[in-house]
């Protein structure tokens, strides 16, 4: 394997290190802390498989079928819990229903985001709602591929990087498999999301055991952000969240996804799904302040499976223009300042990057 040749260049999937046969790649955080694969040469045999899997190649994206939809799921409990319209949910019950796997980002005991799997109910609240953090896919594609060659419904949700790499890895199609993609700002480093864990925790001296970067409370589309230390509750708005400024202020975005290839409507999975922005504007009679999905069907499968599951949703046909947002157009941009921001993180001590941002 050649090595990518700028850090622009790798989403970090982690689907290079699953697939190689000789188990030559292996995961390394850097100093920002994302994952890239380092690879031993000692052992490649470069059989090119791990160039073949990488999603940031050169394929063809889209084409097919396009149905552009507004839905809010009927059962407010499900919509309350889910961070959008609540299509994800949906969407996970009807293979659940079916004895099938889902697998979408949850947080394991330290609050890591890592993708796992969920088989019911109870497993399907842990990976339900966003998480502005660039999750691990460790080990998911191979259980992906054991699930579907046992014949069983699988559901896989995340950005449309990790869904790419999902698709190339497997290599074909089952009639069983539902690929949902996000509509994707950019995933933040996974190092300092787990340094700001430990230092919420140090100041409220106990263990967290949820955080919720959209809750849903002031019926406001989720600009509350919760959290649990020691079954102790804290709530704030999003944008005071010192995490969440520096993730909105652009300065702890993956370096990829400011050249990221995924911002069109242009996509290989079954659906693409996200917040419905312009809603007040489209439909202003189904603003609720709630949460609305945006839902871009992109297969024949999609189209079947959502004849299925529409009777569960308070939906729409819309035009692409009534759905488009900043991330279906272009890249999100690189701040100026990011370098200073990484330098400083690397001088000071985490409560001291607290402080600043706090201003
Ligand atoms: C990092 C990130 C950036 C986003 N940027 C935008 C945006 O710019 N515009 C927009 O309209 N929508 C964006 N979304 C999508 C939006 O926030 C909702 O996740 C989406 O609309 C689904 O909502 P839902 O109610 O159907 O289901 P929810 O229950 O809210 O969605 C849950 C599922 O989303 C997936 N997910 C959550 N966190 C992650 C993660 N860190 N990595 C991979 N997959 C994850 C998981 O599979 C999870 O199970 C983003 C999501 C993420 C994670
Ligand atoms: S070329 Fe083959 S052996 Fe070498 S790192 Fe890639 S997948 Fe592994
Ligand atoms: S994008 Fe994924 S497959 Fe490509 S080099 Fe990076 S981790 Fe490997
Ligand atoms: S912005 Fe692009 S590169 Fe970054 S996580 Fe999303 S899909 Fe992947």
Same mark, same amino acid.
């Given at each position: 394997?050649?090595?990518?040749?700028? &850090?622009?260049?790798?989403?970090?999937?982690?689907?290079?290190?699953?697939?190689?046969? =000789?188990?030559?790649?292996?995961?390394?955080?850097?100093?920002?802390?994302?994952?890239?694969?380092?690879?031993?040469?000692?052992?490649?045999?470069?059989?090119?498989?791990?160039?073949?899997?990488?999603?940031?190649?050169?394929?063809?994206?889209?084409?097919?079928?396009?149905?552009?939809?507004?839905?809010?799921?009927? !059962?407010?409990?499900?919509?309350?819990?889910?961070?959008?319209?609540?299509?994800?949910?949906?969407? =996970?019950?009807?293979?659940? &229903?079916?004895?099938?796997?889902?697998?979408?980002?949850?947080?394991?005991?330290?609050?890591?985001?890592?993708?796992?799997? =969920?088989?019911?109910?109870?497993?399907?609240?842990?990976?339900?709602?966003?998480?502005?953090?660039?999750?691990?896919?460790?080990?998911?594609?191979?259980?992906?591929?054991?699930?579907?060659?046992?014949?069983?419904?699988?559901?896989?949700?995340?950005?449309?990087?990790?869904?790419?790499? /999902?698709?190339? +890895?497997?290599?074909?199609?089952?009639? &069983?498999?539902?690929?949902? !993609?996000?509509?994707?700002?950019?995933?933040?480093?996974?190092?300092?999301?787990?340094?700001?864990?430990?230092?919420?925790?140090?100041?409220?001296?106990?263990?967290?055991?949820?955080?919720?970067?959209?809750?849903?409370?002031?019926?406001?589309?989720?600009?509350?952000?919760?959290?649990?230390?020691?079954?102790?509750?804290?709530? !704030?708005?999003?944008?005071?969240?010192?995490?969440?400024?520096?993730?909105?202020?652009?300065?702890?975005?993956?370096?990829?996804?400011?050249?990221?290839?995924?911002?069109?409507?242009?996509?290989?999975?079954?659906?693409?799904?996200?917040? +419905?922005?312009?809603?007040?504007?489209?439909?202003?009679?189904?603003?609720?302040?709630?949460?609305?999905?945006?839902?871009?069907?992109?297969?024949?499968?999609?189209?079947?499976?959502? &004849?299925?599951?529409?009777?569960? +949703?308070?939906?729409?046909?819309?035009?692409?223009?009534?759905?488009?947002?900043?991330?279906? /157009?272009?890249?999100?941009?690189?701040?100026?300042?990011?370098?200073?921001?990484?330098?400083?993180?690397?001088?000071?001590?985490?409560?001291?990057?607290?402080?600043?941002?706090?201003?």
């Amino acid at each position: 394997m050649k090595k990518y040749q700028k &850090k622009e260049a790798c989403c970090g999937c982690g689907a290079c290190a699953e697939i190689c046969p =000789a188990k030559a790649v292996t995961m390394i955080r850097d100093q920002e802390g994302f994952c890239y694969p380092q690879v031993n040469q000692s052992v490649c045999t470069e059989c090119g498989k791990c160039r073949q899997v990488c999603p940031v190649g050169e394929q063809e994206r889209g084409g097919g079928l396009k149905l552009y939809l507004g839905a809010q799921a009927k !059962d407010e409990g499900l919509r309350y819990s889910s961070s959008s319209g609540g299509v994800f949910a949906v969407l =996970a019950e009807y293979v659940i &229903k079916r004895q099938g796997s889902v697998y979408g980002a949850g947080y394991d005991g330290n609050m890591r985001v890592i993708h796992t799997e =969920a088989s019911n109910q109870i497993q399907l609240e842990r990976i339900k709602r966003t998480k502005y953090v660039q999750s691990s896919m460790e080990g998911i594609y191979r259980r992906i591929e054991k699930n579907l060659e046992e014949n069983r419904w699988v559901l896989f949700c995340g950005t449309p990087c990790q869904a790419q790499a /999902l698709m190339l +890895f497997l290599k074909k199609t089952y009639e &069983k498999l539902i690929v949902v !993609d996000l509509v994707c700002y950019g995933v933040p480093s996974p190092g300092i999301w787990e340094d700001y864990v430990r230092y919420l925790e140090h100041k409220h001296r106990g263990k967290m055991t949820v955080f919720s970067f959209r809750d849903k409370r002031n019926k406001d589309n989720g600009h509350v952000r919760s959290y649990v230390i020691d079954g102790v509750e804290y709530v !704030d708005s999003l944008y005071q969240d010192i995490y969440c400024k520096m993730y909105f202020r652009n300065y702890i975005l993956r370096p990829s996804c400011h050249h990221c290839k995924f911002c069109s409507v242009d996509r290989n999975s079954d659906f693409t799904i996200g917040d +419905f922005w312009s809603i007040d504007c489209v439909r202003p009679d189904l603003e609720d302040g709630m949460g609305t999905s945006m839902v871009i069907v992109h297969s024949e499968r999609g189209k079947r499976i959502w &004849k299925e599951i529409e009777g569960e +949703f308070v939906w729409f046909v819309c035009k692409k223009k009534d759905l488009l947002q900043p991330r279906l /157009l272009s890249q999100t941009s690189q701040a100026r300042v990011r370098w200073i921001f990484w330098l400083l993180y690397r001088c000071l001590p985490f409560w001291m990057i607290a402080k600043l941002m706090e201003r």
